[in-house]
């Protein structure tokens, strides 16, 4: 029987939200329904992964404002985030999805603007038995750790900047 | 300028195929020319992602006879990893891609089937500055840490194996 399984995808390194597209690209594979909610890239985003998305027709919404650490009106941006759960809760619970990914959420939980302990009680009680969520970001809360069945941590070991090398398209984003 | 990088992702835990095919995805969406080549993964496999690559029409070839450390042939288990990578050198120096990923690779190191040092020298002189190559697989050696641009840890925090959840279809294969 298929079991959804809650997938957090953490760490410093590269390859949280790429996994978690790996991921919808194997699920679309097999005929899956997935959906993308994204808390942190702009609307006016042109990414390899949303042109992919775009050519595919999967559904794939972003909510963010770009950088929210660059952001200059926090309440703006702390709005934006509190969209997009209630968005992401929308789609959780409308049974249409058989994976959805929330990709950069951990953010919202770390700025306030979204209650962990909120999330798990109501994805506890709404989150459809067969449905798989993926939730991506820096430094998940142990609430999330702890609640999630797969957890793994992507861990810098080398990255380009270092060596001078800018971030690539179609690779980095 | 664009700078051909290599990528290794690497460690015990789940991710590592997955961030790559992201990576496949990502770029796919930017018209990028892409080739995937499993050193593991079985010709017969049905894989989610086997069958988006049909679906997308994307280069993907399977040299692997599953999974090895179940082999009851080891000469020819190695003569197929030595294969793939003859295999891939052509497909890398052909200059028709821009991402090739050699999935699972390492695993032909430890086993000695490839020499890492002559694989390092051959990309060296052969890989075209601008392909992006992504190897993945446990245990990167270190001379392949050494000379990637990027390389990840993908560690496992928690595993659904230990709650007693089988792999799902189309999320971990």
């Known amino acids: 029987m298929r079991r959804g399984l809650v997938i957090v995808n953490t760490g410093n390194g590269k390859g949280k939200s790429t996994a978690a597209f790996g991921t919808l690209f194997r699920a679309w594979g097999r005929g899956f329904r997935v959906c993308v ?22 559904e794939w919404h972003t909510f963010g404002d770009g950088f929210t650490w660059l952001s200059k009106d926090i309440a703006k941006t702390a709005e934006k985030a509190r969209h997009a759960w209630t968005f992401a809760q929308e789609k ?35 989150k459809p038995p067969k449905l798989h969520v993926i939730i991506t970001g820096r430094a998940a809360p142990p609430e999330l750790i ?18 001078g090398i800018k971030a690539q398209p179609g690779i980095e984003f």
């Open 92 to 126: 959780i619970s409308s049974g249409k999805f058989d994976l959805i990914v929330l990709d950069e959420m951990t953010y919202a939980f770390h700025k306030n603007w979204i209650d962990i302990n909120d999330v798990i009680a109501w994805l506890k009680t709404h």
């Open 37 to 58: 909610i994204q808390f942190i890239k702009a609307e006016t985003g042109n990414w390899g992964e949303i042109r992919a998305a775009r050519k595919l027709e999967i």
């Open 146 to 163: 702890e609640y999630a069945d797969l957890v793994t941590e992507m861990r810098e070991i080398k990255h380009p900047y270092t060596r």
